[in-house]
């Protein structure tokens, strides 16, 4: 995958022409399992060598990496996701050193997402054995 598309991430922006897919889903009921696209990116992959790389599991990482935004338009990082999109240049247009510049909105959606989470929420009372112990019987 390397020789023929430079990266693997090149390979799997390569079935949606570089641009993320945006659904409109309105209800968590409407979002599939699996997309016809999932299906060839998966076939292709098996051609390719790869293992458990069945539809729901290239859905799935589609979901994560960005390649496709399945956000409820009600969510507020639908909105998010959609201004990085358009803050995001067009590789499939640019020559020269400037296709190397390409940003990665997976990246940037999913470090977005692992910055607005916050650990303090999880956190447990220790403040004496009895509660602890209490917790864990």
Same mark, same amino acid.
């Given at each position: 995958?390397?020789? #023929?598309?430079? &990266?693997? !991430?090149?390979?799997?922006?390569? +079935?949606?022409?570089?641009? $993320?897919? *945006? ?15 999932? #299906?060839?990116? &998966?076939? !292709?992959?098996?051609?390719?060598? +790869?293992?458990?790389v069945? $539809?729901? *599991?290239?859905?799935?990482f ?41 940003l ?21 009372k ?5 509660e602890v ?5």
């Amino acid at each position: 995958i390397v020789e #023929e598309f430079g &990266s693997f !991430d090149n390979y799997c922006w390569s +079935f949606v022409n570089h641009k $993320p897919i *945006v659904n409109g889903f309105r209800y968590p009921r409407q979002v599939p399992v699996k997309t016809p696209k999932a #299906e060839v990116i &998966s076939k !292709d992959m098996v051609r390719r060598g +790869f293992r458990s790389v069945g $539809p729901t *599991v290239i859905y799935t990482f589609m979901q994560v990496s960005g390649i496709t935004n399945d956000h409820l338009v009600g969510c507020y990082r639908f909105s998010e996701c959609l201004a990085v999109m358009e803050e995001t240049p067009d590789v499939s247009k640019t020559e020269g050193k400037d296709a190397d510049r390409k940003l990665d909105i997976g990246r940037l959606g999913l470090a977005k997402a692992v910055e607005d989470l916050s650990v303090s929420s999880l956190s447990i009372k220790t403040d004496s054995s009895d509660e602890v112990g209490a917790m864990l019987a």
